[in-house]
């Protein structure tokens, strides 16, 4: 589970940094404004999201400027 707020993680990513976090408490939308706000070389690894439809997940990925890992397990 994600422990830290998301205006935090944003912040994190803005300027520069990655991130691998527990996402499967984070909604579609905070996912993508997440993602969204990404630097190119920025990457972001969530976990606990196999629940998740296929479309989602792709619409996740599209919104990032940076790289996405989903952790299908």
Known sequence: MTTRP?????????NGGSLDLQAGNLSRDN??????????KTTIVLRGLSARSTDEL????????????????
């Open 58 to 73: 792709v619409n996740i990925s599209a919104n990032s400027t940076g790289t996405v890992i989903f952790v299908l397990d």
């Open 31 to 40: 996912l993508t404004y997440l993602v969204r706000n990404t630097r190119e």
């Open 6 to 14: 998301l205006e935090d993680m944003i912040q994190i990513v803005r």
